[in-house]
């Protein structure tokens, strides 16, 4: 299917996606605080500045943006136009990301990852859910929490 607007129209919307504070951080982090957590955001001493830092509990949590990070999923597609540099993009994203993981887990944190397809259109019961996945583990031993699973269940107009 060719695009519904022109290249140049593309290339500013495309520009102007957020890559700090989106929706799902914010709905994450508005949750987190609600339980009593505190945390820092976007630490740059840190490898790939994590979105949420909870240094009581040497733990990050990364939000992960279903299309820049390819993950294969109801919310990614791989583009139709310019499929070559689509492709060397994304899957350099999915080898920083690969080397972020490994440096935080070298250095001591602890690491969460999730996922947009999580959180974006969730129900409030399954929001509640995810911040009890991450309040046990914060709470246990684990190094490594991740809700990679879509849900199914998506508000409904």
Not at 7 to 35: C, D, F
């Amino acid at each position: 299917m060719a695009d519904i607007v022109d290249p140049k129209t593309r290339s500013k919307m495309m520009s102007g996606i957020k890559g700090k504070n989106t929706k799902p951080e914010i709905v994450i982090r508005q949750r987190l605080h609600a339980r009593g957590y505190r945390f820092t955001l976007h630490r740059k001493d840190l490898p790939g500045s994590p979105d949420i830092v909870l240094p009581k509990y040497q733990a990050v949590v990364l939000i992960n943006g279903c299309f820049w990070h390819g993950h294969e999923c109801r919310l990614f597609k791989w583009p139709k136009t310019r499929p070559e540099f689509w492709r060397s993009k994304i899957e350099g994203n999915i080898r920083r990301d690969q080397q972020k993981l490994s440096d935080l887990k070298k250095m001591g944190w602890r690491v969460c990852l999730l996922w947009e397809c999580e959180i974006k259109g969730a129900r409030e019961e399954h929001l509640n859910e995810v911040i009890e996945n991450i309040s046990k583990w914060l709470s246990a031993e684990d190094s490594y929490l991740s809700i990679p699973h879509c849900r199914t269940q998506t508000i409904s107009n």
